[in-house]
């Protein structure tokens, strides 16, 4: 089997770009070990009239690292406009944040359009197609509509919220109409693909059993695989990482204080806010905790056109000066606060040398950094975790200190419980967490999606065959159209 990738990031091994968990740091590594092709956006734009939009290809480890050019015309309505100012708030339940306009979904499905004709330059009679993400949501059937019969799956990195949330999204139902082309379908928890399920059983009405929906398009499983990373040589990364200067210059302006991390990408999700005034309400309730300990908070700045990315930025500078300005002192400052981004190998030496991980979005789909936390501590003297149960990662990281990231008292009592928790504990908790890591590892989330997903074509195909005389159940499809805008897709085929 040939291996496509294809995500709208895509992270470059020489580049040693910032990179804080998620999707591409998590790709990187197995790509590179597989020999996949990975396909994604080169993070520019391009105009229409041209007609090769490939920026470059280059090699990646045993693989291939291929990045394209998106059209200039519908790039900004595609990311900044809908994938991202409506599916991304709905898909972490906070519908009250989207903001689209119809010109956005067509964008939206032009780009969809636009890279399926890409990726014809990759198609073999042996390939499969992985697709990655809320970005490419329509991918699948624009690629089956091309001729396309080889396997295609489809993973989501974020949550997918109730059916309730999920029906305010604009055109939400030849959205997950169009999704049915997968023939895998692949989510963090049982919580989102059940989401997703009661959806398809509740708006579609179309048949569910063990998890398969059938439409017209055929059978399509859903299936969990929560994504894991390598933990073991993020542990090898984290030691080294502890002579890094960066980190090095932080060991020593610690003056002996402890150490709380938090690691996010700038975003409403993260639950950044709270977090803030859990650390300050702990530090005023317990004062004697006052100059012994310190929050070091880096917040990648992302999406910064959108609004509601702009406006979480102010508030957030304008919060942790104010709790800076009231607590401080001339030599402790409580809360350290970086807008940037770090390259792992220096986060790996940040989180070994933080005695606390505090990681409390507010909705999450896995959240790596938490698993990167665990895996970075010293086996003699481990940190603790502080968790919210809102994040995937909650479902295999049980022996963290799991908080409600919405309840800030019980957010403060739990820091000052990791400050104190005694050593023979903190090992416990790490120990089980670690060992859970271990088995449940990006290579076996890799292997695990690929297996299931040809087993999911070849049960497809030999289903279709045995139904060859009968008749699928036909889609229930909305007004308006349902496949493509009603306007040409722009860019050629590449050749």
């Known amino acids: 089997m040939n291996l496509v990738v294809v995500s709208n990031r895509v992270a470059r091994a020489s580049a040693n770009e910032p990179m804080t968990g998620g999707l591409a740091a998590a790709l990187l590594p197995v790509v590179e070990k597989s020999g996949a092709i990975w396909v994604g956006s080169s993070g520019r734009v391009r105009d229409g009239a041209q007609r090769e939009p490939f920026a470059e290809i280059e090699e990646l480890g045993a693989g291939a690292l291929a990045m394209l050019d998106l059209p200039a015309a519908h790039y900004g309505g595609y990311y900044e406009g809908f994938a991202n100012s409506a599916l991304w708030p709905a898909l972490h339940s906070r519908a009250d944040l989207i903001r689209v306009s119809q010109d956005d979904y067509h964008s939206y499905r032009e780009v969809n359009g636009f890279m399926a004709r890409a990726l014809m330059r990759f198609r073999k009679p042996d390939t499969a197609f992985w697709i990655q993400d809320y970005h490419f949501l329509a991918l699948g059937a624009e690629l089956r509509d091309l001729g396309v019969t080889q396997p295609i799956g489809f993973f989501l990195?974020?949550?997918?919220?109730?059916?309730?949330?999920?029906?305010?999204?604009?055109?939400?139902?030849?959205?997950?109409?169009?999704?049915?082309?997968?023939?895998?379908?692949?989510?963090?928890?049982?919580?989102?693909?059940?989401?997703?399920?009661?959806?398809?059983?509740?708006?579609?009405?179309?048949?569910?059993?063990?998890?398969?929906v059938t439409s017209s398009r055929?059978?399509?499983?859903?299936?969990?695989?929560?994504?894991?990373?390598?933990?073991?040589?993020?542990?090898?990364?984290?030691?080294?990482?502890?002579?890094?200067?960066?980190?090095?210059?932080?060991?020593?302006?610690?003056?002996?204080?402890?150490?709380?991390?938090?690691?996010?990408?700038?975003?409403?999700?993260?639950?950044?806010?709270?977090?803030?005034?859990?650390?300050?309400?702990?530090?005023?309730?317990?004062?004697?905790?006052?100059?012994?300990?310190?929050?070091?908070?880096?917040?990648?700045?992302?999406?910064?056109?959108?609004?509601?990315?702009g406006n979480l930025q102010g508030d957030l500078a304008r919060l942790v000066s104010d709790v800076n300005g009231r607590l401080g002192e001339a030599d402790w400052t409580?809360?350290?606060?970086?807008?940037?981004?770090?390259?792992?190998?220096?986060?790996?030496?940040?989180?070994?040398?933080?005695?606390?991980?505090?990681?409390?979005?507010?909705?999450?789909?896995?959240?790596?950094?938490?698993?990167?936390?665990?895996?970075?501590?010293?086996?003699?003297?481990?940190g603790v975790l502080v968790l919210s149960k809102f994040a995937g990662a909650a479902n295999e990281l049980d022996t963290a200190l799991l908080v409600n990231p919405h309840d800030i008292e019980s957010m403060a009592r739990a820091i000052a419980t990791a400050?104190?928790?005694?050593?023979?504990?903190?090992?416990?908790?790490?120990?089980?967490?670690?060992?859970?890591?271990?088995?449940?590892?990006?290579?076996?989330?890799?292997?695990?999606?690929?297996?299931?997903?040809?087993?999911?074509?070849?049960?497809?195909?030999?289903?279709?065959?045995?139904?060859?005389?009968?008749?699928?159940p036909a889609l229930k499809l909305a007004g308006g159209w349902s496949r493509r805008p009603p306007m040409a897709y722009g860019g050629a085929i590449l050749q």
């Open 157 to 212: 990195h974020t949550p997918w919220a109730s059916p309730a949330t999920m029906g305010c999204v604009p055109h939400n139902r030849e959205l997950i109409e169009a999704m049915l082309a997968y023939d895998l379908i692949g989510f963090q928890t049982e919580e989102d693909r059940d989401n997703f399920l009661a959806y398809v059983k509740a708006e579609l009405g179309l048949p569910i059993t063990d998890g398969v």
């Open 218 to 309: 055929g059978a399509s499983r859903c299936q969990v695989f929560p994504i894991g990373i390598d933990a073991d040589l993020f542990a090898q990364q984290a030691q080294k990482a502890v002579a890094h200067p960066d980190v090095s210059r932080l060991r020593k302006s610690l003056n002996g204080e402890k150490l709380v991390i938090g690691v996010d990408r700038l975003d409403y999700s993260k639950g950044l806010i709270n977090r803030v005034n859990a650390f300050e309400r702990m530090l005023t309730s317990r004062p004697s905790l006052q100059r012994t300990v310190s929050l070091l908070q880096i917040a990648t700045p992302s999406r910064g056109t959108i609004e509601a990315y």
């Open 334 to 382: 409580p809360i350290r606060y970086l807008n940037k981004g770090f390259r792992q190998a220096v986060l790996a030496g940040l989180y070994r040398t933080a005695q606390v991980g505090l990681v409390t979005p507010l909705q999450d789909g896995m959240n790596l950094v938490a698993k990167e936390y665990v895996a970075a501590q010293n086996p003699i003297d481990p």
């Open 419 to 472: 400050l104190a928790m005694p050593l023979t504990e903190r090992r416990m908790r790490w120990e089980v967490m670690m060992g859970k890591l271990r088995r449940g590892s990006v290579q076996s989330w890799f292997s695990d999606f690929v297996d299931a997903l040809g087993a999911a074509h070849a049960a497809k195909g030999e289903a279709g065959n045995a139904a060859a005389a009968g008749e699928a």
